[in-house]
């Protein structure tokens, strides 16, 4: 092969590479955790048990949607969706500012922009997953969000097992989700069938420049059979200082008859005035299911100038 042709089976080949890799615009380019070192947990008087039982014990990321209604703040909101080649199809965009009015939370839309194909002809939104995320929010901006325990049930109406089931993936992964055909008992990747597939790392880093944190990633091991699991990685950020929780990164897929996905959700909080608020969550995913629309979407929630 000459040099000419060699140059251009190269261009070529860099061409389809650069749009195989180029499938889906990410929201979140923020970055807020700068990991330090590998830890050697045993010699901080922790060990892997510890971090587990922090992580199902937790309910703070719940606590930081429910509470997040008693403060004044501003927050973006940027969603994305996508057609089948990963073309941006549809897009809200939302500006908001949540203030405390004679004791009850106020919205105020900044900048409310739609393009493309957001709604369907009787104004409901398109996509299932664009509305899943707007009951969370929505209510956490209002003051549905109640004291109750978040994973007894999602509501009235048809969707609210849907909600409920969605709730417990968002704030508490690695809880068993029940009434999923095949996937139930793979969500509760602490128990004793499901540990075998997964091994732990632990480093040490800062959070938002100035806060001591571990990072705990259970991740999946490189010989586990794509039908034994569906969460591929979680990784969860303790505050050095009390073991609080602060973020949590989920990466989950899964395909068999009943549902295909391909998900990548993060979350963090923030400490403000003795109490976590949520900062920021982003999220990219695919989700396949027979009879349905396949769902293709991202998002970026940012959170900020909290202020009693």
Request: hydrophobic fraction near 35%; charged fraction near 30%; charge should be positive.
């Amino acid at each position: 092969m000459n040099r000419k042709l060699l140059f251009a089976f190269l261009l070529l080949l860099s061409a389809f590479s650069s749009k195989a890799q180029d499938v889906r615009f990410n929201p979140d380019t923020i970055r807020t955790i700068v990991i330090d070192s590998p830890v050697n947990i045993r010699s901080h008087k922790l060990n892997a048990q510890d971090f587990i039982d922090a992580v199902l014990a937790d309910t703070g990321f719940y606590k930081a949607f429910r509470n997040m209604k008693r403060y004044g703040f501003t927050a973006a909101n940027d969603i994305y969706t996508y057609d089948k080649n990963n073309k941006v199809e549809g897009e809200i965009h939302r500006r908001i500012r949540h203030s405390i009015v004679n004791g009850k939370p106020k919205t105020e839309y900044l900048l409310k922009q739609d393009k493309g194909k957001i709604y369907k002809k009787n104004g409901k939104y398109d996509l299932y997953t664009v509305e899943m995320f707007d009951y969370i929010f929505d209510n956490a901006y209002k003051s549905e969000f109640s004291a109750a325990d978040p994973f007894e049930g999602g509501g009235g109406g048809k969707n609210g097992s849907y909600k409920a089931k969605a709730k417990t993936l968002i704030f508490s992964p690695g809880r068993r989700v029940p009434g999923i055909p095949f996937i139930s008992s793979k969500t509760e990747i602490f128990s004793s069938d499901m540990r075998q597939f997964y091994r732990y790392e632990f480093a040490r880093g800062k959070y938002l420049d100035t806060i001591p944190v571990y990072r705990f990633k259970v991740i999946r091991k490189s010989s586990t059979s794509d039908s034994d699991v569906m969460i591929n990685e979680l990784t969860t950020i303790f505050d050095m200082r009390d073991f609080k929780i602060l973020g949590r990164y989920v990466d989950m897929r899964f395909d068999n008859i009943f549902v295909d996905f391909n998900v990548k959700m993060n979350i963090e909080l923030v400490p403000y005035n003795g109490e976590l608020l949520p900062a920021k969550m982003s999220y990219q995913g695919n989700w396949d299911i027979p009879l349905h629309k396949e769902e293709r979407s991202s998002f970026l929630i940012l959170h900020k100038d909290y202020h009693k």
